[in-house]
Structure formats: C-alpha cells, structure tokens
C-alpha cells in the first residue's frame, strides 16, 4: 500500500535539509579556516575539508541545472548575501593582524588571491545563472503559449 506524504510536510522537511547543509558546509568553512589560519596547517592536513567546501557548491550548480531551476538571481539575493560573504572574506584578516602588524604582508597574499578568484566566480556565475533564467523564462513562455 503506497502511503501520500502531503505537500507541506515535503516542501518543510526540504527545508530543514537545506539548513542542515547551510550549518555542515560553515561547520567545514569554519574549522578550514581555524586549522589554516589560527593552526598553520597545511592543505594536505585539511584535505577533508577543502574537498567539501570545494564539491558541495559544484554539486548544488549541477542539481540546479538538472533540474532547470533558476535559484538565487537577481539584486534582492546579492543584498541578502552580500554582508556574510563579506564576513566570511575578512576572517582571513582578523587572523592574521599579527603578522599584518610586524610588517609581513607578504601572509596576505593566499587570502587575497582567494578572495579575488572567489568574487570573480562568485560575479561570473551570478551572471551566467541570470542569463540562463532569461532562457528558461522565454522557454516556458514559448510553452505556454503553444498549449
């Protein structure tokens, strides 16, 4: 006997999914971030860690685009995630004030090349998924307007 899960119990649980991998992904971020910057550990000590942080984004890009959902475009989600993504770029120089204070800036320059590729990803990506929606917008346009 097949049992009917209601709509709302779906889309809430769908929900608590999200979130809960929202909290793993920055729990990973976080002890990334603790066991380079504070622990000096190298990349090969946080493989686990990098590896995530590296394959759980590529993994939510290839679902969206399986499934030709368009999620996150537009001014009103840039705003929303503008302060955290900032945040999260300047841990890596509270961390490092010391070092910034003795005159070594030379500490600075893995931080920086990573922020500057990430933001140019990050703009490269935001640009690319705004332009797919226009697609799939006069796509299911042009849909509708056959039926």
Not at 3 to 12: A, G
Not at 28 to 52: G, P, R, W
Not at 80 to 107: D, V
Request: net charge positive; charged share 25%.
């Amino acid at each position: 006997m097949k049992q009917y899960q209601d709509e709302r119990t779906l889309q809430v649980r769908n929900r608590i999914y999200a979130e809960l991998m929202r909290i793993m992904l920055c729990v990973v971020v976080l002890s990334f971030c603790i066991k380079t910057l504070y622990f000096h550990m190298d990349l090969a000590q946080c493989m686990t860690e990098y590896i995530l942080m590296i394959l759980a984004p590529v993994y939510q890009a290839v679902r969206i685009r399986q499934t030709e959902v368009v999620l996150g475009t537009g001014k009103d989600s840039r705003r929303r995630a503008t302060p955290l993504l900032l945040l999260l770029l300047l841990i890596p120089f509270f961390l490092r004030r010391s070092e910034i204070a003795n005159g070594n800036f030379s500490s600075l320059l893995p931080p920086v090349v990573f922020i500057v590729l990430f933001l140019a990803v990050w703009y490269l990506f935001s640009h690319a998924e705004e332009k797919r929606a226009e697609r799939l917008e006069k796509r299911y346009d042009a849909e509708d307007e056959t039926k």
